[in-house]
């Protein structure tokens, strides 16, 4: 790898030797790559995907500590994901002593060593961090040094910014060297879609649902997707921005997608429009009934499969300001038609702590909490870590949740009809 003067100088220890160690672990990342320099970050902010002080991470503490003791530390502030737990998510009492004393016993400290190593404060806890309300949002051409999957494929994707998928702790190590080995995502090359994806439904497709098809498909390739037009238009408006969150966040979790471009609306895709796909890539047809033959292939985990859920999570990724709204009105509507005047199941809906203040100054905070739904700063992916939450028969509208743990997947539609009429799980 070519090195600038000043890298090799801080390989050399001339910002001491924790420092070093931090560049040598940027060069060794790099070369495994086969990156061939150091770019410098140049995003505002950082995002880290490490928030949860989980009892078993001693190492991680331990190295946060060494960087806290030797200064180094980043001059660039982060946000980072959400916390792991929140009173106000039902857990009995043997459920909340396993998160409190052995799961996420560390999450004080961790906090403390966060807010020493430049946290953005107590509302920087989200995975959806672009989000106007919380204030890291990368400009387009923007170097990144993010791991959370969700954040870094919607910061590549829909503001055009550069980052690879990167593993938590690296995205700590590139935002204090303040340098990201160049490779993969960060190049023009790596930008190009191996696979052209040819949306054919009769309606507009389930945002998740649609990313998981993709994401299941191309793997970490990139994916250039034709056809949404007539469903999405070519404006990055709020409510096209909400779904493309919650699609890449399926492309990305169900798959490894960082990037895609979708025709005439993303960024990159507007402006080189069909120079973006490489020369014999691949092609995917989605219909009505590809989705079908998606959802339908999604394991059941639950050990008693049509027993009534016990809790559903809305919100992962965090939802938006304007997704909050539309909710509260569908539920409200959704309760009225079934007669009843609280959900059914215990509901918890999540989003950034930004979020949930925007919402709060609204008229539909009450009326949310009038329908029974708790709002919540948690990640729900956290909260099943739990082994006996783990075990308890979730639903939700995430794919990402669905992936990584036992919650079953539901569409929006579906997730609205068994919160306000109930019945078992079919
Ligand atoms: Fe965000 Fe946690 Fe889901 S980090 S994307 S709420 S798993």
């Known amino acids: 790898m070519r090195l600038t003067q000043e ?56 190295l946060m500590q060494r960087l806290i003791d030797d ?9 980072v994901d959400p916390r792991p737990m929140d009173k106000a998510v039902p857990a009995n009492l043997l459920q909340k002593m396993i998160f409190k004393f052995f799961m996420y016993s560390k999450q004080g400290d961790y906090e403390e060593q966060l807010k020493k190593l430049g946290l953005l404060g107590d509302s920087a806890f989200t995975c959806a961090c672009y989000l106007d309300q919380v204030g890291n949002r990368p400009k387009q051409g923007d170097i990144l040094s993010w791991a959370e999957s969700s954040a870094e494929v919607y910061a590549n994707s829909v503001l055009g910014a550069r980052c690879n998928r990167n593993s938590g702790i690296m995205d700590i190590m590139g935002s204090i060297a303040g340098f990201v080995p160049y490779f993969g995502l960060l190049t023009d090359e790596g930008r190009k879609a191996k696979w052209i994806i040819k949306v054919q439904t009769t309606k507009q497709p389930e945002a998740q649902l649609l990313g998981s098809a993709i994401g299941m ?31 890449g966040a399926a492309t990305a979790s169900n798959g ?11 960024p990159e895709a507007k402006e080189q429009g069909a120079a973006l796909i490489q020369e014999n890539c691949k092609v995917y047809v989605i219909d009505d009934a590809e989705l079908e033959r998606v959802k339908k292939n999604y394991p059941i985990m639950w050990k008693r499969k049509n027993r009534k859920p016990e809790l559903c ?18 539920v409200e509507r959704g309760l009225q038609d079934a007669g009843r005047k609280k959900v059914c199941i215990p509901t918890v809906f999540t989003a950034a702590p930004g979020v949930i203040r925007a919402f709060s100054d609204t008229e539909y905070a009450q009326r949310l909490e009038a329908t029974g739904v708790i709002l919540s700063y948690i990640c729900p992916l956290m909260y099943m870590n739990n082994p ?7 639903i939700t509208s995430s794919n990402k949740l669905r992936t990584y743990t036992s919650a079953r997947y539901y ?16």
């Open 388 to 394: 006996l939450c783990g075990s308890m028969r979730v």
């Open 411 to 426: 569409t929006e539609d579906e997730i609205l009809t068994k919160i306000t009429k109930g019945g078992k799980a079919k």
């Open 256 to 266: 490894a997608v960082g990037l895609y471009h979708m025709e005439e609306l993303t």
């Open 7 to 62: 890298q090799r100088e801080i390989l050399k220890g001339s910002k001491g030797e924790t420092m070093a160690k931090v560049m040598k672990t940027l060069v060794m990342y790099g070369d495994t790559f086969g990156a061939d320099k150091l770019v410098p970050i140049t995003s505002e902010y950082n995002h880290l995907v490490t928030s949860f002080g989980l009892k078993m991470m001693t190492p991680v503490f331990d």
């Open 71 to 79: 200064g180094a530390v980043s001059g660039q502030k982060f946000t």
């Open 217 to 247: 498909k191309v793997m970490e390739d990139v994916p250039y997707i034709t056809g949404m037009k007539k469903w999405l238009g070519t404006e990055l408006t709020d409510a096209v921005c909400a779904y493309l969150k919650d699609f």
């Open 313 to 330: 999570f809305v919100g992962c990724p965090h939802m938006s300001l304007q997704q909050l709204k539309n909710w509260t009105l569908r």
